[in-house]
C-alpha cells in the first residue's frame, strides 16, 4: 500500500510514503490532495509518474531517466596508463 500527495493542477506526485506507519507524516496543502492506493511503492523515482484520478500513477512523459553513475576510479587508470605510454615510460 501507497500513500501519494500530488498536486492537483500539475498531477505530479510531490511524495509518497510506503509503510502505513509513515502515512501521517505526508499531509495535504493547499493546491495538494493526498491518495491511498493498493499498491507496491514504484521501483523508480516519484519524477517518473503523475496521478490520474482515473487511471491512477501513469508514466511522466516530461522524465529523463538519470545515468547510470561513472565509475571514476577506472577511468583515472586508463587516463594514467595512456599518459604513461606517451611519455614513454609505460609500466
Known sequence: MIK????EATKKIIGWRGTEDRFD?????????TIILDIPV????????LYDN???????PAYIEPSPPRDLT?????INAR?????????
Open 42 to 49: 514504484p521501483a523508480k523515482n516519484k519524477n517518473a509518474y
Open 54 to 60: 482515473k487511471i491512477g500513477l501513469i508514466p511522466n
Open 83 to 91: 599518459l604513461k605510454i606517451l611519455e614513454g615510460t609505460h609500466v
Open 4 to 7: 501519494i500527495r500530488y498536486d
Open 25 to 33: 507524516s505526508l499531509v495535504e496543502r493547499a493546491g495538494q490532495a
Open 74 to 78: 577506472t577511468e583515472i587508470n586508463v
